[in-house]
Nanobody, 121 residues
Framework: QLVESGGGLVQVGGSLRLTCAAS????????MGWFRQAPGKEREFLGG????????YYPDSVKGRFTSSRDNSKDTAYLQINHLQPQATAVYLC????????????????WGQGTQVTVSS
């Protein structure tokens, strides 16, 4: 199970740290990734970490805007978002897969339910 938290209403320019708590599986056996889904738009991959957490991957479209990390001792992944703008309003989801490339290119094996982030101007 994956449970996201930390979303909410935030002012333009603000920051949030989203949390994804994992359970029911060996957390360190899975790569973790973050996505967002805005109304009327395709789901967008934001960043991910390999199983150990020693390496992260971001698509060029979002580099510098998001920071993905994980703490395997806590079975938890994080997404730091800074300088939020209204276009960042979306449901943010975490996901797991045994392979980071599969998570990014194909589809993750497991998904959380998402947490809503709304950026107000």
């Amino acid at each position: 199970q994956l449970v996201e938290s930390g979303g909410g209403l935030v002012q333009v320019g603000g920051s949030l740290r989203l949390t994804c708590a994992a359970s029911g599986r060996t957390f360190s056996s899975y790569a973790m990734g973050w996505f967002r889904q805005a109304p009327g738009k395709e789901r967008e991959f934001l960043g991910g970490t390999i199983k150990s957490g020693s390496s992260t991957y971001y698509p060029d479209s979002v580099k510098g805007r998001f920071t993905s990390s994980r703490d395997n001792s806590k079975d938890t992944a994080y997404l730091q978002i800074n300088h939020l703008q209204p276009q960042a309003t979306a449901v943010y989801l975490c996901a797991e897969d045994r392979s980071l490339p599969t998570l990014v290119v194909v589809s993750p094996e497991f998904w959380g339910q998402g947490t809503q982030v709304t950026v107000s101007s």
